[in-house]
Structure formats: C-alpha cells, structure tokens
C-alpha cells in the first residue's frame, strides 16, 4: 500500500510475549490497514530481567531509531530497563533518529526525558502494545495506534491546551531521573505525573524529591494522574494522594492544575511532549 | 553527676513504642551511667503515619536541636518523615544546633544529608533506638551509645581511614535527595551505600539514578553495604547486587572500593560524615 506509516515496536525493558505480538498485529491489521508495524525480534528475548541483555536492547532501539523508513519507534512494554541503554544509544542516534515520533510512558520516560533534553521534538507519552494485557487494554492499543496513524484529536489528554507546553511521566520514573543529564528543561511546561503499585508514604517521598528540584519548580503547574494499585499502609498514611501532591506543590510554589487522565490502565491518554498539536 | 552528657531523641519520622523508650533507657542506664537519655515526648505521638504531625515533629527536633543544653540529637527511628520536616527546621537553626552531634540513618538521613551540606561538623551514620528491636539488637544501640559518649574506635565502621573523608546513605534515600538543596557536596568523599527491602531492579535503578548525577561522580569511591531483604524478582534480575554497582560504578567512572559494614541490620556501624576521627 503506497504511503503506509512504518512503526518499529522496541523492547528496552521487559520482554513481549508472543501472544501479546500477535494480538496487536492482529488488532492493528484490522483497524489501521495504513499502519505497517514491526515487532524486532529483540522483543522475545530474555536476559534475566530484560527483552535480552542492554547490548541487544540497546542495539534493537538504534536499529529502528536510526532507520529513516520507520515513522515511529513505540516502545513495546514498560518494567524496568530503559535507563540501562540509555547512555549507550543516546551519543549514537542520527538525524533519522531526531525526526522519528517516540511513544511510550513508565519505565520508557528514561528515554523519553532524554529525548526530549536533546530536543527530539516527537516525544509522546501513551499506550504501548503490552496495555493490550489490561482489562479493556484493546482500547489503550487502539488509542496509541490512532495517535500513530493521525495524530487523532481523540486520543489525547482532555485537559492539553493549545500553546501550552506539556510533559508527562510515570512519578517514580522521573524522581530517578532528577539531576542526571536526562532530565529534561521542563520550565513552562504543565507537568503530568501517575503512579502506579507504590506505598502512598513513597508518592510523597517522590513528590518532596521531584518538586525540591529547583528545575521543576520552573513548571508552569502540576496535574495528578491516577495513582493506582497503592499498597495498604501502616499505620494508614492519613493523607490522600490529592492532598499530598497539594502539600508538595504549596510548600514548592508550583500551581497545582488538577487531574490528568493518564496512568496505569487502559484509559491512559496521549501526551505529545512539548506544544501540543490541537487544532 | 557533673559532665554528664545530655543526649536528646526525636522521633523524625516513625513513633517509638513505649516499650522500645523502656528498653533503651534501662540500656543506657546500665552501660552509659554518664549519658542522660531525654526522650522527647513527640516520640509517642501518633499522626497517620508520623510520630505527630509536621508541626510536632519539627517543633521537637528544633527544641532539642537548638538546646545548647544538649550535646547530641539522636534520630530515634526511620520509616518515612524526615523530608517532610526540612523546609521548616533548616532555616531556624542556631548556632547551638551547629556544634551538636547526630545520630541516625534510614530515612534520617534527610536531615543527615541537609545539616551536612549546611556545614554542620557532627553528621553521623549510625545506629538508633527503635534497633533494639531487631534480633542482637541490644548490640547496635550500646554501639551507638559507645559512639555518642566517647566515640569509641571499635564503634566505627572498619574501613574508615585517617585523612580521608566519609558519607553513608541508605540508597534510596539518597536518591530522593540528587538534584535538590538538601544534597551535599560529597566530592573527594568515600560514598557508603546500603539498602533493605528493596527489588534488585530498583538498587540497580537508584544506582542509575545516583551515579548519572554529576555531582556524585566526584566522589572518591562507592562502597557497597549489606542489601538485606531484597524481595524476590520475577523473572530472577540475573545480577547480584555487586554485579549491579560494579556496572554503574564502572559507568560512571567511579572507583567502587569493596563492601562497607553499614545495613539494616544489628552489626550497622557507626559513619561519622567527613574526615574521619581516627586516632
């Protein structure tokens, strides 16, 4: 088909099972004919922790990002592993690389961050082929896909704004990436963070991390996505995720803007890094 | 007695039990005749999850910190609390607060790490009340007593060398300090590191996290102390926790100089910050 949009699907942390692969090929065959995707078959393998060890990971990210005939790179599935490349791939992405669109959260911020530090100006925050595992994770993949194939105004977080900047970022994944060379200049920008799986006395421990960063305290305000799947503390914290991220945001000088529709789960939202595109 | 020594114990972050209270004082008494231990009544308070609310816990560590009654602040327990107290105890330091020793580790740190960075000299890693409730336990609190009443040698950690200059962490606390004001300038400094209750992917994560600040890769060298309790992972990580800081110490480019007898545990040595006072 003439003017198919190549997308290459990466690994860089956990692997993809086969039947994961199948089901969004299948899914994507089905919906967006005008999308051809490419699963490297880095995807299956597996070195321990990870979709092979971080040479093979690192060298499956290049070898999409470096080749000008896939459109996107969208990160397969999060976990843990991104960082572990980072250093690696980074000095060795080309121009084909910058002009490439990059769709991923969780774990795959690392890179993302790093990305857009270095001025790569399609970075996005959304839905990866693994959400297809999540309860009604068919419609996460369909949201990424549309944003992919049209950049559909659908698919995007509710609460982006025409000439505003944004960002957005797993909470826990971006606390390990403050005053490294990988956070990004954030000034400006409406900074959206989820959490996912950690104690609520760990949201706050993250949230005095992130907003005692004097970088971070030159965004433009913070939204809460969805904090989910938070362990049982005790004693009971005694404070609710809305009410800590006001706390942090108050002592820090930071508006706090409200929620964001992203997290965890399958009504996830697509967050374009920097401008966002609305018409 | 004339020249006793006043040790004043706050609770920064957990509550202490009555029972603990008991226990330690009935220690200290026993083997420290010339240590009188006040145990700060916020220690028994309970809000949430703190030992009394932000308000309380600051109040009681700036009466006991600004006491020049006192020659020593001891941490009484970790958890999570300390960060919360910082933004309103730094600035309302005194001078009497600057020629004070302190005591602690786990999530004191915090205050560990701020009160170094502000030039504080008495800055020590070591072990505190509520460690009498691990198993020898006993153990590490007459360490700490030994420490805080004549700095006794044999309470020290044993790498520790003349002329050179000393820090300790528990990791991710050290973490959530890279890249704000509370982060210490550790350059020329030996970095001891130590971690409980954490999955390998995160020490190996944090471990990305600290050593891609550059700050940090000045330090003279990373030691490893004991990673206990580290949960199981799922598929197994494939990488022992000295694989794991070898690979980032390499990295970085910093030298990593072996383990250190820091942990969370009962055999937790005593880390005074800077230039060690070795005879």
Known sequence: MAGRMRVGVVATAARLEPETVRRVTALAA???????????????????????????RA??????????????????????????????VLPQLTEAAR??????????????????ARGFPGVVHGP???????????????????????????????????GAKHAAFNLMTFSQLIGTPYQPDLS??????????EYMYRIDRSLFH??????????AGIRLG???AVPANDPDFGQTEEQVVRHWCGLAGIPYLGRADIGHD???????????PIA
Do not use: Q
């Open 59 to 88: 060298a499956a990210f290049m070898e999409i990002a470096n080749d000008s005939g896939f459109d996107a790179l969208w990160f397969g599935r999060g976990g843990y592993g991104s960082g572990r490349i980072a250093a690696t």
């Open 188 to 197: 400006g920008h409406v900074l959206m963070l989820e959490e996912v799986s």
């Open 99 to 116: 002009r490439k669109t990059y769709l991923g959260y969780s774990d795959a911020g690392v890179l993302l961050a790093a990305l857009y």
């Open 30 to 56: 089905a919906h967006f004919p005008e999308i051809e995707l490419f699963v490297h078959p880095n995807s299956h393998l597996a070195a321990g922790h990870f979709a092979g060890d971080d040479a093979a």
């Open 266 to 276: 399958a009504d996830n939202k697509v967050v374009p890094f920097g401008a966002a």
């Open 128 to 162: 990866m082929p693994a959400d297809i595992n999540r309860t009604g994770g068919e419609a996460a993949v369909l949201r990424g896909l549309a944003y992919l194939a049209r950049h559909d105004a659908a698919a995007l977080e509710p609460s982006l704004r025409a």
């Open 226 to 228: 969805r904090c989910s």
């Open 210 to 219: 992130v907003t005692s960063n004097p970088a971070v305290r030159a965004v």
